[in-house]
């Protein structure tokens, strides 16, 4: 069987480092490592360093068995494999990625950004095996989102379909700091925006909470989190607020897509139930009946620190399906 | 060449009326008519009218020249063939609708409600010719949507996404009248809730309007069009307020899939440029960059009349393309 086995090596490009490894069809990670993506000026020297470090992994599985490379990164598009004026990277204007790592390894390339890599990789190895119709909402810093319909991820004319984060759910609500977008859904279910929340909700409060015990500049989502755990009201209302927000999104979702399954994935999903139940409650609110208690509503069951590795990966094994 | 000539039956299944027509590959439309739907008890006494119907044009045009019949229907589930609990139709419960007309016509047979046909004729005949992203929004007695992502139709896991009338974009907002859901596009952007928009700022107006001269229950979304084709100032308000709305939330619909063209289709487009304008206005306002002035807005071009049969026309010539 050995010899039959199959390989695809997976990418994950964030600002300050790379993460690789070399990924099998069950979603098993061997031959990982890092590097820094800061640290190169140019995508060319970048491009270089990745291969230098990949290489000897690649002799030792044997290039004959790997399929292809698979690529999650900023503002990457899937079409025209470029990165495309990434604001977090080095390298400026459009860089054709996907065409440099090819020629560079003799092997094919597909690109795509981070959160549609993680559909992928839900779609593949986590909880959305064997579903054709799902939609991964990351929900770190910002919030992203990858969505596949009829087994196929949408990319939209241009490449950037996707970007549930921005869709407005409060019109004429919270500006977002960077878009400057009014009551968008990352303006408030971001990590960012939880911490917001509760300095608005502290700077009204009228009962005592946890909270006031940390300096002002200290208030982030994991002391929100750290003061809900220990059952401080004021944080927990945050994570309802927080909830019911997303939830109203997510109904939106669901009936353009009408999803089998809802998977959050990121930091944010850590608040667990407490956060859960009112993005459950005010998703079904939402619905048109016919859409009700039908999606699964799931956190990844990816390990967070091989999610993103895994979901580039898998862009491989899509690649193999549609040649 | 007449003699490769291809054929499709299209027929459109209104509560009311059944339209039909055989349609060829440019959309061009001949042995049209129609029956009555609702005089029909049941689904099986229909079928058998529709036959006697199209028998002599099928005759005529040679059955071994028709590909299939297409079918448009409140309720039909693309993936089961079936018409499911249609509130409209006198058939009750789940009706296996697709393959009781393939066995009575002996041709293969597909079926899809009226705003995922408008899409699809859209894409065939229409504005959206050659587009492989769009998104037909019709804007009648009720917000229906069909949309088109990657060349496919998004049925989503169970054959009813596309519900975007029912999206929510005044969370806590307008009550729908039948649905019961608050804030939703529909409740807004519909025929009926531009008839609720101008009752409702009649109400509070202090300056004088033409719709003053109209009875109450006069006060439909065809009073609000002759009133603000006068010039009235109130009607026009109603329209802009009314295309805000539809703006903001088709600035969501492009964020998430990122369609080449959205096409207005439907009595309420009869408003022209007094609903275009602000609809423009406010999605270009409430996109990203990345999406601004990239999306082609535009009116159906294809006659009203004719549409729904084009439409269920179209879904014969997909038929084609998937086996």
């Keep these: 069987m050995n010899n039959i086995q199959q390989y695809a090596i997976g990418v994950d490009i964030g600002?300050?480092?790379?993460?690789?490894?070399?990924?099998?069809?069950?979603?098993?990670?061997?031959?990982?490592?890092r590097?820094?993506?800061?640290?190169?000026?140019?995508?060319?020297?970048?491009?270089?360093?990745?291969?230098?470090?990949?290489?000897?992994?690649?002799?030792e599985v044997g290039k004959q068995h790997i399929k292809g490379i698979g690529i999650g990164a900023p503002n990457a598009n899937y079409f025209t494999g470029s990165i495309e004026?990434?604001?977090?990277?080095?390298?400026?204007?459009?860089?054709?990625f996907a065409n440099m790592i090819s020629e560079k390894f003799g092997l094919p390339c597909s690109i795509t950004n981070d959160a549609n890599a993680a559909a992928v990789g839900e779609m593949t190895y986590g909880a959305?095996?064997?579903?054709?119709?799902?939609?991964?909402?990351?929900?770190?810093?910002?919030?992203?989102?990858?969505?596949?319909?009829?087994?196929?991820?949408?990319?939209?004319?241009?490449?950037?379909a996707g970007e549930l984060g921005h869709t407005i759910?409060?019109?004429?609500?919270r500006k977002h700091w960077s878009t400057g977008l009014c009551g968008s859904l990352e303006a408030y279910a971001s990590a960012t925006g939880i911490a917001i929340?509760?300095?608005?909700?502290?700077?009204?409060?009228?009962?005592?909470?946890?909270l006031h015990e940390y300096p002002l500049e200290a208030i982030d989502s994991k002391a929100v989190f750290e003061c809900a755990q220990k059952g401080d009201a004021l944080?927990?209302?945050?994570?309802?607020?927080?909830?019911?927000?997303?939830?109203?999104?997510?109904?939106?979702?669901?009936?353009?897509?009408?999803?089998?399954?809802?998977?959050?994935?990121?930091?944010?999903?850590?608040?667990?139930?407490?956060?859960?139940?009112?993005?459950?409650?005010?998703?079904e609110k939402n619905l048109l009946p016919v859409f009700r208690n039908k999606v699964?509503?799931?956190?990844?069951e990816l390990h967070e620190a091989d999610a993103a590795i895994l979901g580039a990966s898998a862009l491989v094994w899509a690649m193999k399906l549609k040649s």
Tied chains: 1, 2.
């Design 296 to 300: 699964l509503l799931t956190f990844s």
């Design 85 to 96: 004026h990434a604001p977090n990277l080095n390298w400026k204007g459009i860089v054709p």
């Design 169 to 173: 759910i409060r019109p004429g609500g």
């Design 235 to 283: 944080a927990k209302e945050v994570y309802r607020f927080t909830g019911q927000i997303l939830g109203e999104s997510l109904a939106n979702f669901v009936m353009f897509s009408s999803p089998e399954a809802i998977i959050l994935f990121g930091g944010v999903t850590k608040a667990g139930d407490m956060i859960m139940q009112p993005v459950r409650e005010h998703m």
């Design 15 to 33: 600002g300050t480092n790379t993460k690789y490894g070399i990924v099998n069809h069950r979603g098993v990670i061997s031959h990982n490592g």
């Design 128 to 160: 959305g095996r064997g579903m054709n119709d799902i939609i991964v909402i990351t929900l770190g810093t910002g919030v992203g989102s990858g969505i596949v319909a009829g087994g196929h991820l949408i990319y939209g004319h241009d490449g950037f």
């Design 197 to 210: 929340t509760a300095k608005e909700m502290l700077a009204e409060a009228k009962s005592p909470s946890l």
């Design 35 to 59: 590097l820094s993506t800061a640290e190169y000026a140019t995508a060319e020297a970048f491009v270089e360093a990745l291969y230098a470090a990949l290489e000897p992994s690649i002799e």
